[in-house]
């Protein structure tokens, strides 16, 4: 079935580091592809998402490219902040029914 | 857009009693999910709701859980006989469906701590 795979954390950086967080991903067809991410005692906001091959999805800073040939859609920012410091979930839907959320990464920035 | 809202935010209950939480999605989306997280995972669906019809069900949803959104607006999760392994965080999210790539909105979530 669907599923996806994210990188285990927890990640630790210093501030202003670069970000990548993996995520790939095992699905028939052509799924739809998101970045979620949870603030402490907090739901999940969807951070940004792409929706077919190729294309390359971006918000405050952080970017996914949906890439078939390796099933993959990493998150990378250029230069990380201490706001940033949150839980991020890779997720997927094919039928736009069900959708598939990864385990998670834990990212602390420290000033 | 006031965002979707789940009430309680944080429930703590004896093993054995009936708990019931309320979601109120997004006003103008006709799609409302329930999942369930626990500490260090991912969000499981549950169960999702296409106005007022239930379309599927996780396996996850015994049949101690309950659903409900009888006027296709808010939806209540009701879960009896409480055991401890039901301790989670309880998440609704809403869309609004226009193909396959509409996002799901979350609400901040319902605690449930089984005692």
């Known amino acids: 079935g669907d599923s996806v795979t994210q990188m285990e954390g927890p990640v630790t950086l210093s501030e202003e580091a670069f970000l990548t967080i993996n995520c790939t991903y095992t699905?028939?067809?052509?799924?739809?592809l998101f970045w979620y991410v949870q603030y402490p005692g907090e739901g999940l906001q969807l951070l940004l998402k792409?929706?077919?091959?190729?294309d390359k999805g971006s918000n405050k800073g952080f970017e996914a490219t949906y890439r078939k040939e390796t099933t993959s859609f990493h998150l990378e920012k250029g230069s990380v902040q201490v706001s940033d410091s949150a839980v991020y979930f890779c997720?997927?839907?094919?039928?736009?029914?069900?959708?598939?959320f990864g385990t998670g990464t834990s990212l602390t920035v420290i000033p | 857009d006031t965002g979707v809202s789940q009430d309680p935010r944080h429930k703590i209950t004896k093993r054995g009693q009936n708990v019931t939480f309320r979601c109120d999605p997004i006003?103008?989306?006709?799609?409302l999910y329930w999942y369930r997280q626990t500490l260090g995972q991912g969000p499981e669906f549950l169960t999702y709701?296409?106005?007022?019809?239930?379309?599927?069900k996780s396996r996850l949803l015994s049949d101690r859980f309950s659903a409900e959104r009888p006027k296709g607006s808010f939806s209540t999760l009701e879960i009896q006989r409480t055991e401890q392994g039901d301790s989670a965080m309880y998440l609704c999210?809403?869309?609004?469906?226009?193909?396959?790539?509409?996002?799901?909105?979350f609400g901040n979530g319902t605690r449930l701590t089984v005692t």
């Open positions: 999210a809403s869309s609004l469906v226009q193909g396959t790539n509409s996002p799901l909105h």
């Open positions: 699905a028939t067809g052509y799924p739809s």
């Open positions: 792409a929706t077919k091959a190729d």
């Open positions: 997720a997927l839907t094919n039928t736009g029914n069900q959708f598939y």
């Open positions: 006003s103008e989306h006709n799609r």
């Open positions: 709701f296409q106005n007022e019809a239930q379309l599927e």
